[in-house]
Nanobody, 122 residues
């Protein structure tokens, strides 16, 4: 069983910051490439961030590049998404995902968390 539990969502003003967490089991954390997607109301799911296939670099969605960072705590089996300089268009449900890879021109994942709502007020 692969279980991903997101937390840290909430309401924040434009220009502010928020940190999301994704907790996994030790096995899941060690085996899978864990990153983030998001889905805004009325829009398609959007890739946010994941490690590259090699694990030596990070792939970012164009809309968040330069504003967000990703980190991990191996002791806690947790991946973090630090979101800075938030904009109203960042409002979305953010999903932690595992097994992220590229298929064709799209990023896909094998496993998904339940999602956490991030709302940025203007």
């Amino acid at each position: 069983q692969v279980q991903l539990i997101e937390s840290g969502g909430g309401l924040v003003q434009a220009g502010g910051s928020l940190r999301l967490s994704c907790a996994a089991s030790r096995r899941t954390f060690s085996i899978y490439n864990i990153g983030w997607f998001r889905q805004a109301p009325g829009k398609e799911r959007e890739f946010v961030v994941a490690l590259s296939w090699s694990g030596t670099s990070t792939d970012w969605g164009d809309s968040v590049k330069g504003r967000f960072t990703m980190s991990r705590d191996n002791a806690k089996n947790t991946v973090y998404l630090q979101m800075n300089s938030l904009k109203s268009e960042d409002t979305a449900v953010y999903y932690c995902a595992a097994g992220i890879r590229v298929r064709g021109t799209q990023y896909v994942a094998d496993y998904w968390g339940q999602g956490t709502q991030v709302t940025v007020s203007s």
